[in-house]
């Protein structure tokens, strides 16, 4: 019970005319037991009341939410009492949800319903459940707000993201017409003509449809090239440090996801290698929404191990399980000097028959410390660890540039995107 303003203003009346009864006993003296006792009846009579207000609780979310990306979770609340009835509801979310309950105000009239709608967002992958949602009714003197406990039992399940319906379109038609070489044994039907881009073979150059529209018009085939995309996850220990909403092993699971479902839409075949100090988990030649569905339900089951991490057994995964020529994303940490040289060795072991693409997260806080100026005594060594960080990342950058590797080193905000991006660069470049 949270007793109203009302309540507050009954109650100093109440102390008062007690106060002045006792100093000047007259026939009114008498009067605040008579208003105490009233307010007391009125209490127990709006508790009596509040108790017996019929409403009805549902909570809905779909099915499936997705790791990091924010979902609609949907209330609706009915009144079945014969009166108005105002009130307010704060849910309690479980501990692996980004946001903090709202308070929501409803005032339902009788016999009616509303609906309100929130937006959650999910940070731990697997079932996420809850049932508790707390009400406060505010009384029929409104004297007070009277509490209650509702259990509203609402499950659902969180998936690696996914690409959105208009990324997947893109997709599937991104890369029509990119050949890397003559594949013996698959037809070369011509199916369209589109405009030259930069880093077209100059030999699909079509001339007389160039001299009819007057502009570069290049022939795209059929016999589009399928690859190997395989995708190789560091669970190690700094994986579980907190990024933004999730940690980086969330980030890597999310641009996994993302990145296995654009590959699979141009018919490339895809593989996964999660390692820490040993490899994990492995899985390759996956094809298809079967596939996908596959590998989706391996990411889903990753966790990050307290052990530190070493590359090596993972990078000799990736030459056993890749026979031919394939792109070898790594997503993983650069924060520990020590661990990026063993990194920078581990990888050229995939040269010069795979083309490596290394992902890592840089950490905006710790470009700020390092560009900060000082304004308290410890704000120097803090300055100093972060300078530390941002040379270990570039150094390591420099070394794996230098030996033909792409490094993305991005912000969360970006780290997805860029990835997807080198990507389409890469094999629209023909590296891979």
Do not use: C
Not at 68 to 92: E, V
């Amino acid at each position: 019970m949270n007793l109203t303003r009302l309540s507050y203003v009954i109650a100093v009346l109440i102390a008062a005319l007690g106060i002045i009864g006792e100093w000047q006993p007259n026939a009114i003296s008498a009067l605040w037991r008579l208003l105490a006792a009233t307010w007391v009846v009125l209490l127990l009579l709006e508790w009596y009341l509040a108790r017996r207000t019929r409403l009805s609780v549902a909570r809905a979310i779909k099915p499936g939410i997705h790791l990091g990306r924010p979902g609609d979770l949907n209330y609706t609340i009915r009144n079945a009492s014969p009166r108005r009835l105002r009130m307010r509801s704060m849910d309690q979310y479980p501990m692996s949800v980004h946001e903090s309950p709202p308070i929501l105000e409803w005032s339902i009239a009788a016999n009616d319903s509303q609906r309100r709608q929130e937006r959650i967002t999910p940070t731990q992958l697997g079932p996420l459940a809850w049932d508790v949602m707390q009400l406060r009714i505010l009384g029929f003197f409104g004297l007070a707000w009277w509490s209650r406990q509702q259990q509203v039992q609402t499950t659902t399940e969180v998936i690696p993201d996914r690409l959105y319906s208009h990324e997947q379109v893109q997709s599937a038609t991104a890369h029509q017409g990119d050949i890397t070489r003559r594949v013996h044994g698959i037809g070369t039907e011509l199916i369209a003509l589109r405009e030259y881009q930069p880093g077209d073979p100059l030999h699909f150059i079509d001339w007389k449809a160039s001299a009819r529209s007057q502009r570069t018009m290049v022939r795209l085939f059929s016999d589009e090239q399928h690859l190997e995309l395989m995708i190789v996850i560091d669970a190690g220990r700094t994986s579980s440090m907190q990024a933004g909403s999730l940690t980086r092993l969330g980030h890597y699971i999310n641009v996994a996801s993302r990145l296995a479902q654009k590959a699979l839409l141009n018919g490339d075949q895809i593989g996964i290698v999660i390692f820490a100090d040993t490899v994990l988990a492995s899985m390759h030649r996956l094809k298809g929404h079967h596939g996908l569905q596959r590998l989706r339900t391996i990411l889903a089951q990753v966790t990050s191990v307290a052990r530190e991490s070493n590359p090596l057994p993972a990078i000799l995964r990736v030459r056993q399980l890749a026979s031919l020529r394939s792109l070898v994303v790594m997503l993983t940490d650069l924060d520990d000097g020590d661990a990026a040289a063993q990194l920078v060795k581990a990888m050229g072991i995939l040269q010069p028959k795979h083309q490596p693409l290394l992902a890592a997260i840089s950490d905006s806080d710790v470009r700020k410390l390092g560009e900060a100026e000082a304004s308290a005594w410890l704000d120097p060594y803090h300055g100093l660890a972060a300078s530390e960080m941002l040379q270990n990342w570039r150094h390591t950058r420099v070394r794996l540039e230098r030996m033909g590797i792409p490094v993305v080193l991005s912000d969360i905000r970006y780290l997805d995107k860029q990835v997807l991006d080198s990507y389409d660069h890469l094999k629209q470049r023909y590296r891979i």
